[in-house]
């Protein structure tokens, strides 16, 4: 249904308006498609039951990319304003991103105030507040400053690069701040934790998704990349990364909406690669994802169920999907079929995020604007839409809506001062207001909770409670063995399964063998459900080479032989003696076909690949440029090491498409790939991977002579070992074949021009 009656935010002086340009939010539409936020809100569609409002427009609001809320409710926004300002790009590099903190002081549900807190950005792209600080993504910098009185009084290096290469599509973000109390980012390996002491602590962790990351109730996170809908981990966030040969853990990176397509409400030919048999339908309606960002595992305790929603800025749209738990595993499907949660007649209409909030709403990030595609994968066809209907103005645009269902008793929360009310909220039905809690306490250092905390521990009527019970005192460095054995006695096994989670952060603590010991008499009874947790528990607590350690994964490895799971999460503590531990177990399970020795021998063959690298470092250094090029336009797909990133693209190292033809690899760089690829035996298709890679001839940002040397890293990186190099004039004699081509090529229409080989 239509959203009617709504009311709209005033613009807050006429200076700010003049500053900003045009008063958009003054009329209710105009000749250049801009709608004002009142024409917006009329133009979405929302499913029945629902309501939407505005919460924040522009000038007060401008191309916002991420947000936090602050304990007093206060909105804190990143803004990329900066991103693309026209279809080439140019100006990306302008330092006028901000920081901005948005109140309400009427208490009236709209912001009202905006306070710059940090300006003269370069593309900001992430948020969170921590420890009284703000840690801030400005690429490829993570940045930590300071909080004194409202101001930024001092600013420290927590990372040069955490986003460092790739594009704007491809950096890392999220600043997600775990139920684990660390730190999580989409498009990124790594996590972080700010120590008691002031201290930054960086460590491994799983590659996961492209923009945007969610948490359930269990602290497992969610993902996802443009052209799929819903990825996440069936196992806690920490686990499961200590051995680099793995290149799939089980239980990391599953798919769980499998389901892709999407149900504009409007035509939106303005896609990047719209011209492509099946993007659109018959009437010029995108067919599937192909901007998926932003997820959500909804908490706020108003929506019934467990809900996933996901943005379509392309297709101006919200996704919802409902999610089901059968065991440790997490499925889903689409909540609708032929419709969507809300959608939008409004083509600038640009939902980028998607986060919960004090008063359990859904808050919906739109950058309101034209060009949402980044001029480093623009093909032409889209330059020419946004041309024909003059997308590319006006700028300087931004909302923030909420959306929650009308008979809802919507309250926020207002957090407290005193710690044992603070405790208290741990049990709240908004899963916002207890992670604020929690995030609260452990920020202080409030160790006077400890009893309080403790004492939920024991209860049995409030799982989630005491799930934050125990991570607090974690946080705190006040979580006991004892406290452990305490929460394995409960009777919900998923709060037995975050005692494990938790029992690593003892280490150092306490003897690591007693550990092991907790968690071999956790699952004593052989309860599957909780094996892969003791078992990835076990593996972060140290190697195979000691004796407590190898004992009890030998032991698993026999028990659980055929079960992939607990195989990978053995696997994980075998780092750098995989073929050892592969003898071992072979003396006790002599079968071969059990899946722990097929896990085994792909981690063995992996570890002999990486006596490559001194290959690959004389090749960086041969090829400097290509190795540049590669790295912001090629290896956030591709990997770093070549080898493929699980749900965008396949391999590069040991491809036919790569060692082959050299004439026939060049053309596919140019111009592109659609549809299924056949690479070393597997045939990729969507959704294992992006349905399409696109061409590059038309990006004028990339010379030949830098292209030539990319294509001949490649080719001799990774064991490819071509033994030759393409030089510039081999892309001229490409482009000359195919001219001005614009459409990718199909597997089929490579192997017609140039052959198999």
Sequence with gaps: MKIKNVTFFCPLTALVLLVY??????????????????????????EEGFEVALVAAEPLVVAPVAMTFDDRGRIWVAEMDGYMPDTAGTGEDAPVGRIVILEDTDDDGRMDKRTVFLDSLVMPRALCLVNGGLLMAEPPNLWFYEIHDGHPVGRSLVDSAYAEGGNVEHQPNGLLRGLDNWIYSAKYDWRYRR????????????????????????????YNDNSSNLYGDYFPPGFGAGNLGQRRVAGYGQTIVADTRVYPIRPTTGVNR?????????????????AACGPLIYRGGLIPGENAFVAEPSANLIKRNVLTEEGFRMTGKQAYEGKEFLASHDERFRPVNLFDGPDGALYILDMYRGIIQ???????????EITKRGLARPLGMGRIYRVFPKDSKRHRVAMPRRTDSLVALLGHGNGWVRDQAQRILVDRQAVDATAGLRALLHGTARPLQCTHALWTLEGLGQLTASDIQTVLAHPQWQVRAQALAALPSLAGMAAKDDLVAIAEKAVANGDTLLVPYAALAVASLGTVRE?????????????YADNRYVADAIISAATGHEAQFMRAVAKRVPDTSMVVHKRLLSVVDAAN????????????????????????????CHGEDGRGVSSIAPPLAGSEWVQGDKERLIALVLYGLTGPVDVGGHTYRAPEVSGEMPGIAHNPAIDDADLAQLLSYIRNAWGNNTGDEVVPEDLGTVRSKFGGRTQPFTQDELYELFGKH
């Design 21 to 46: 340009g045009v008063c958009v939010q003054c009329r209710s539409t105009s000749h250049d498609g801009v709608l004002s936020p009142e024409a917006s809100l009329r133009a979405m569609e929302l």
């Design 195 to 222: 120590l008691p002491d002031g201290t930054w602590e960086k460590a491994k962790t799983h590659f996961r998704g492209q923009w945007g990351i969610s948490q359930d109730n269990w602290g497992r996170l969610y």
């Design 609 to 636: 690949e990486r006596a490559d690298r001194d290959n690959q470092e004389q090749l960086a250094k041969h090829y400097a440029n290509g190795i540049t090029l590669f790295r912001n336009a090629c290896q956030p």
């Design 274 to 290: 719209g011209y492509m048999e099946g993007v659109l339908d018959t009437t010029g309606r995108l067919v599937n994802f192909t």
């Design 374 to 384: 980044h001029s480093t994968y623009l093909t032409p066809y889209l330059k020419d």
């Design 547 to 559: 004796p407590a350690i190898m004992r009890i994964m030998e032991r698993w490895a026999t028990q």
